[in-house]
């Protein structure tokens, strides 16, 4: 018979467990085994178990811990933590069908079905694989197909004297056929051969691995005890016929709803028994287990974290690290969030690092902290079709701001003339270039200049930008009044900070030039921060008072919000002739 048993779970563990479910069959215990069916990669997936106080769906609230050994761990490490303790085994009933028939039956069962997150309502049976050309030779009970089937894989029959095909024989093939083709080319014939197949591990006796997200076993009974207790199991099986063994060609599993995980076949809801009726199926009782690997990062954190702390769930992406920025009420477990974050996100994700700092310098670099996984800091990355690379250490980037470049990209003409006046390693600069005439780039950060100069090697543009290593005013001042400089058409100053305090360098900036010469306004693009109730207006105001000018247009564009009431803000407008042609204002 089949049987249901609880294992009491490690008393490490702190997660509540449900309630155990009593089992529709009423006799003593017998010995059972268990059959592996499927075992799925974190890629894909499968589960369940039935608790009406817990919601719909997988959860670490439900189902049973497996006796399995916790890890011994070193109390002076505080990022490690015994993965073993998230191990959850659910029971569920699964109807066992023929494989041509299990698709229509997903179909036509859909609602009855388990569809859990990443859980696949189909279960393969290893072992159980018969190609579908050959299924008509097992069906019938004559000797003509067999005997058919004997030519198609060895090339006769037994009495027959038909040759072998040389199709079904390669490799004999790719060894005797040298005299022409394959002395001289050898990789040919290297080619040509088809591989050993190499010994598969034993699926009963291989150990979970660590890329595997769940686990499903199928219960099976012990045939001689069984039989001495005289076992009457008809009301779990469609057909006598098709008992557990008697089934002829491959089959598949269908996961049943948590909800059927105890029920006979005449307790089943009267539309599944219509879909079975009249065709051969069989209910299969089977365990799942979901690993460390299936749950997800919020799932885990919730776990480890006390009550009432909000689990941190936003972060940004550089390359190969995640950037973090905890809370104060975080710190204490940083190294916990850190390793969940970073098995969550492999094997993209090899560094988790945390801002432990605000930017306080004129470089714009973050203090970090590295949490996780290796201490490089230096890294690639892609975007806009571009290749940067990028030391966070040194040099300030922000991912968060992509689709803002992208804006500003969309703006930029092919006639264009782009002045980035705080580049940085050239993210804007580097884009611009592939899509305007010519680009002058320039940073403070020697580091930045270093990166700028590799990035514009790297994606092809060396020769479409020159890059300076100025003060944000003098940059402006001699690039501007330059003999040798084309006339610049859009400027970018991206330094949210102080950014606006650099416009006083505009003014009387043509003040030198000929009138009479004909010349272009640049069109200005700086950014800000703003915490007023108004911030377009607060940010409108000190432009204005920068530039000592209040008649001009200003377009202002919301870039996001870095912080609770805090603005980042783009302000776009041309610059206006009386402020580039005015004179020299004396600070009083």
């Given at each position: ?53 817990h919601?719909y ?9 497996p ?28 109807i ?17 079905l ?7 309502n ?38 027959d ?29 290297k ?5 050993r ?7 009963q006796?291989?150990?979970?691995k660590?890329?595997?997200c ?23 099986l ?10 002829k ?5 269908l ?45 885990i ?11 941190p ?28 974050v ?21 470089f ?6 590295v949490?996780?996984g ?18 966070l250490a ?63 090697v ?5 020769r ?17 009044k ?30 030198d ?55 980042m ?6 610059l206006?002739?009386?402020?580039a042609?005015a ?6």
């Amino acid at each position: 018979m089949f049987t249901k048993f609880m294992l009491r779970p490690s008393s490490s563990f702190s997660l509540p467990l449900s309630p155990p479910v009593t089992p529709f069959f009423s006799k003593p215990s017998t010995a059972i085994t268990f059959r592996r069916i499927a075992v799925v990669s974190a890629a894909h997936s499968l589960s369940v178990t039935l608790d009406e106080t817990h919601p719909y769906g997988p959860s670490l609230s439900k189902g049973h811990q497996p006796s399995v050994e916790p890890k011994s761990l070193h109390q002076d490490n505080e990022n490690i933590f015994d993965e073993t303790r998230f191990i959850r085994v659910f029971d569920i009933t699964a109807i066992r069908v023929s494989a041509d028939r299990c698709y229509a039956l997903e179909s036509q069962l859909r609602g009855h079905l388990l569809n859990w997150p990443r859980i696949r309502n189909i279960a393969r049976v290893p072992g159980d694989e018969i190609d579908g050309e050959l299924q008509k030779y097992f069906n019938s009970n004559d000797g003509e197909p067999l005997e058919s089937l004997n030519r198609r894989i060895y090339g006769k029959a037994e009495g027959d004297g038909e040759p072998l095909s040389p199709v079904l024989y390669r490799d004999k093939l790719a060894k005797t056929f040298n005299s022409r083709g394959y002395e001289k080319f050898r990789n040919l014939a290297k080619l040509s051969r088809p591989k050993r197949k190499t010994k598969k591990e034993p699926s009963q006796i291989r150990e979970h691995k660590s890329n595997e997200c769940y686990l499903l076993d199928e219960v099976v009974e012990n045939d001689a005890s069984d039989h001495e207790k005289g076992e009457d199991l008809s009301g779990l099986l469609g057909d006598d016929a098709y008992r557990l063994g008697k089934w002829k060609g491959s089959t598949r599993l269908l996961l049943l709803d948590e909800k059927h995980a105890y029920k006979s076949f005449d307790e089943m809801p009267e539309a599944i028994k219509a879909c079975l009726t009249g065709s051969p199926f069989e209910l299969v009782r089977c365990k799942l287990t979901l690993y460390y690997s299936y749950w997800q990062m919020n799932e885990i954190l919730e776990a480890l974290l006390p009550k009432g702390i909000i689990v941190p769930s936003s972060f940004e992406t550089v390359g190969h690290i995640i950037h973090l920025n905890l809370r104060e009420e975080h710190l204490p477990y940083k190294n916990l969030i850190a390793k969940v974050v970073l098995d969550k996100n492999k094997p993209k994700i090899q560094t988790v690092v945390n801002k432990i700092d605000s930017i306080n310098n004129d470089f714009r670099t973050m203090s970090l902290e590295v949490l996780a996984g290796n201490h490089s800091l230096v890294t690639r990355v892609v975007e806009n079709g571009l290749h940067f690379h990028v030391d966070l250490a040194t040099v300030y980037w922000s991912s968060k701001l992509a689709t803002e470049r992208q804006r500003l990209l969309n703006s930029f003409t092919r006639s264009d003339v782009v002045c980035d006046v705080f580049a940085g390693v050239g993210p804007l600069a580097i884009s611009a270039a592939k899509k305007v005439k010519h680009v002058y780039a320039n940073d403070l950060n020697p580091h930045a200049i270093d990166y700028i100069e590799k990035n514009c090697v790297l994606n092809k543009l060396e020769r479409k930008i020159e890059v300076f290593n100025m003060d944000g005013r003098r940059f402006i001042d001699a690039i501007f009044k330059s003999q040798s400089c084309r006339p610049i058409t859009q400027v970018v100053m991206n330094l949210p900070k102080d950014a606006a305090e650099y416009l006083d360098a505009f003014k009387g900036i043509f003040r030198d030039m000929d009138m009479n010469k004909e010349l272009i306004m640049p069109k200005i693009h700086v950014y800000g921060f703003s915490k007023a109730e108004d911030p377009e207006f607060d940010f409108h105001e000190r432009i204005r008072i920068a530039l000592s000018e209040v008649a001009f247009e200003v377009k202002m564009h919301k870039v996001r919000l870095v912080a609770p009431g805090k603005w980042m803000l783009c302000a776009s407008f041309v610059l206006p002739e009386r402020v580039a042609f005015a004179d020299p204002i004396l600070e009083m």
